[in-house]
């Protein structure tokens, strides 16, 4: 169990928790593809090669290099998409996907920071047309997501907000001046050695299901490490929520599944480019 209630007279403070495999058990922006092959988006290649990538997240054994060339094909995979057939085929297939994966050690965490006083913060790479709704349901008080570009009512593969890696960290920053969290005494939750950054801006960081890299890194430190294993239906574990209408959750899901993809691509750009003017 977490610490006595917040003493309200301290600055507030604040959980910030990454979403995909720390939350949920698997990659929200993945987990459409056999959806999308059945929709007539995506061919039986794509599939297979969606379901490698998945693969290689679950048990973090890609590279860097292997990393960046399956975003690369993903952005240009889910450019020029139609928004409403997607949201037709999200509509048909979010309810079964992400219901049954959340965490049941991450649902008591989030309860168990808000007996405590704290807010809780889901920071995530996902479009904010996914992260936003399931941050809802979870009872979630803010949500820093990806935000991507429409026009025409296609998707352009451009990004307008990338949260990932030092932007994580950059937007808890910002949070935590805008609502007068005391960043010392917030908690932070990652699975990916990405999100450094963001747990290096808490003072009490905690690696869940750590990749390889994070948990180096974590025994190197001596954070917390903890291992969620257990997925449990949403409606199981909190009978009094219900999801949302299903054409709501397909407007809020389509640009979601599509805006991780093409937002990691925005940032390798502007690695490169950073890298060349030094």
């Not at 999200?90 to 309860?111: K, N, Q, T």
């Not at 291992?227 to 219900?242: A, D, H």
């Amino acid at each position: 169990m977490l610490c006595l209630v917040e003493n309200h007279l301290l600055p507030r403070t604040a959980a910030f928790f990454d979403l995909d495999k720390t939350v949920i058990a698997k990659s929200s922006t993945l987990a459409f593809s056999k959806s999308f092959y059945q929709g007539g988006l995506i061919n039986r290649r794509a599939v297979l090669r969606t379901a490698y990538s998945q693969f290689v997240y679950l048990v973090g054994g890609a590279d860097h290099d292997q990393t960046e060339r399956m975003r690369e094909y993903l952005s240009a995979l889910c450019k020029g998409w139609d928004v409403q057939q997607v949201r037709e085929i999200v509509a048909e297939a979010l309810h079964g996907l992400i219901g049954p994966i959340i965490y049941d050690e991450a649902a008591s965490l989030i309860e168990e920071h808000h007996t405590a006083g704290r807010d809780v913060v889901i920071v995530s790479t996902s479009g904010a047309e996914v992260v936003e709704p399931i941050g809802e349901l979870l009872g979630a008080d803010r949500v820093v997501a990806t935000r991507m570009v429409v026009e025409d009512g296609r998707f352009t593969g451009e990004v307008e907000y990338y949260a990932y890696g030092p932007t994580k960290a950059e937007a808890v920053a910002e949070l935590a001046e805008s609502e007068g969290y005391d960043l010392d005494r917030c908690y932070a939750y990652s699975d990916s050695v990405t999100d450094i950054p963001m747990l290096e801006a808490v003072g009490h960081p905690h690696a869940v299901n750590p990749d390889r890299g994070l948990r180096r890194e974590a025994a190197a430190r001596g954070w917390t490490v903890l291992s969620f294993s257990r997925p449990v239906r949403l409606r199981e574990r909190l009978p009094s929520l219900s999801l949302p209408p299903r054409p709501v959750l397909a407007a809020i899901a389509a640009v979601g599944a599509a805006a991780a993809t093409a937002g990691l691509v925005w940032y390798a750009g502007r690695r490169r480019a950073a890298y060349a003017r030094i």
